[in-house]
Structures are given as C-alpha cells and as structure tokens.
C-alpha cells in the first residue's frame, strides 16, 4: 500500500496544485505522486528531481519533461492566466534557482520574463531594463553574494518584489546565509523575501499576488 498521502483537492481550494518534492523521495514516489496529481488535474510538477531519478521517472511515465538547470519535471501545464512577472537575476551562477522560478511560474499558466546577469557590479545593465521591469505585475529577484540586487530593485519599482537569495558567493557567504541577512534586512520597504534557493516559493508567491483581485 502506497505511503503517499497527496492533498488532490488544493488546486480546488487554493486554485494552485500540489507540487511533489523529490528531494528525499525514490523514483518510485515520485513517479507515483506525479501520475495521481496527473490524473486528478491534468498536470503535474515535481521540484528537486535529480537526473538519474528523472531518468527513471520518464521511463515509467513516457511522458513530460525534465530541465536539468531548474531540476523541475513537467506533466503538461495549467491554462494561461493574465499578469507580467518578471524573474531577474544578478549572475548567471544563480540560473539554477531563477529558472526554478520562472518555469514554475509557466508551470502555473503564466508567461515569464527573464533578465539575467545584471548584478549590482554593474547597475547600467539593470537601469537599461528598468522600462521592462516598471510594466510588470510582479518582480522575482534572484541573487547570491551580497544579494543587494533585491534592495536595488526594491527602491526602482512601486511593483511587489519577492527576493530570493542563493547559496552562490566565497566563503563568507556561508552558503547563502549572507544574502539572506541582507534581505531581510533591506532598506526597500515590502521586500519579501524566500529561504535560501526557494525558486519555487518565490514563483507561489508571486503567483498568490497575481491571482488577488485588484479593484
């Protein structure tokens, strides 16, 4: 008997799916849990999925899609909804976890920009998109080291931002931790700010702020 005890009825009650775990689940779990949330809602997703698991995961299913950078495995996807979010990121070593976000966020059923590399060493490269990052809805800021981007980008917009820090950055960085502090700490007010690599929660989150209706 099975030890899955998936929450089927989320996407009724919060109008977004359950999304599988994989970090610390066989293949075989993952497998399973993707196919009953296929079943039930036409589409499924499942974060943290290692290659190998992936490997299996598609031999037994025979379908979806697997991104090695994101480490997301796709089963189709939601309908298209409305909203413009954006998903910046200061170095290409953050990739990984910005595309977790963006991919999530199609996952979902919306479209999502990307502007990579524009870290705070050189701010032309981020005012250059300051047109593209003011006609958003909601703005994912991606950044390890320091992570000064989001405060950056906190005091450009009016629009929600939800910071994501990386465990990318030398030794002082302690793994992430660094940039955490600094967000939580920045002097941009109503900064949110995600756990350290949480691609995926940044992408729920800004995905909760598109869904709220706006009088």
Do not use: W
């Not at 995961?57 to 954006?86: E, F, T, W």
């Not at 820090?165 to 940039?179: D, I, K, M, Q, R």
């Not at 002097?187 to 729920?204: E, K, L, P, R, S």
């Amino acid at each position: 008997m099975s030890d899955l005890n998936l929450d089927l009825d989320r996407l009724q009650r919060q109008g977004f799916p359950e999304v599988v775990f994989a970090r610390g689940k066989t293949a075989a779990q993952t497998t399973e849990a993707l196919q009953r949330l296929h079943q039930a809602n036409g589409h499924a997703l499942a974060t943290g999925v290692l290659p190998a698991i992936a490997e299996a995961i598609q031999k037994a299913l025979n379908h979806g899609s697997y991104d090695a950078c994101s480490k997301l495995y796709r089963v189709g996807q939601m309908p298209s909804r409305a909203g413009r979010p954006v998903v910046v990121s200061a170095g290409t070593s953050d990739q990984p976890v910005a595309e977790e976000a963006a991919q999530t966020l199609e996952y979902l059923g919306y479209e999502a920009l990307r502007i990579r590399d524009v870290g705070v060493a050189g701010l032309h490269r981020l005012t250059a998109r300051l047109e593209d990052l003011c006609n958003s809805s909601v703005i994912i800021v991606v950044a390890g080291m320091e992570g000064a981007l989001a405060s950056v980008v906190g005091g450009l917009v009016s629009q929600p931002v939800v910071a994501v820090p990386t465990s990318v950055g030398y030794g002082s960085s302690f793994e992430g931790l660094a940039a955490l502090l600094a967000m939580l700490n920045s002097c941009a007010a109503g900064v949110a700010v995600m756990n350290i690599d949480n691609g995926f929660g940044a992408a729920m989150m800004a995905a909760r702020i598109l869904q709220t209706p706006r009088e």
